[in-house]
């Protein structure tokens, strides 16, 4: 089995209820915090904006634009 490369940001193209890799890596950015997500424990992000984030409340703050 391959394994993503270590500590390589990974490019995905962000889905409603999903995502697809375009590159390989094994996490991604947050685009609020900076903060290192790897794809195992990515839960948030926007398919309309193609950005991750890091937390719940984060993402809710982002999507409703407060």
């Given at each position: 089995?391959?394994?993503?490369?270590?500590?390589?940001?990974?490019?995905?193209?962000?889905?409603?209820?999903?995502?697809?890799?375009?590159?390989?890596?094994?996490?991604?950015?947050?685009?609020?915090?900076?903060?290192?997500?790897?794809?195992?424990?990515?839960?948030?992000?926007?398919?309309e904006r193609q950005e991750a984030?890091?937390?719940?409340?984060?993402?809710?703050?982002?999507?409703?634009?407060?």
């Open positions: 089995m391959l394994m993503p490369p270590a500590g390589r940001l990974a490019r995905l193209y962000y889905l409603p209820g999903t995502f697809r890799q375009l590159s390989a890596g094994d996490h991604v950015l947050c685009a609020i915090s900076g903060a290192q997500i790897p794809l195992d424990m990515l839960r948030y992000w926007s398919a984030y890091a937390t719940a409340a984060i993402a809710t703050t982002c999507i409703l634009g407060h």
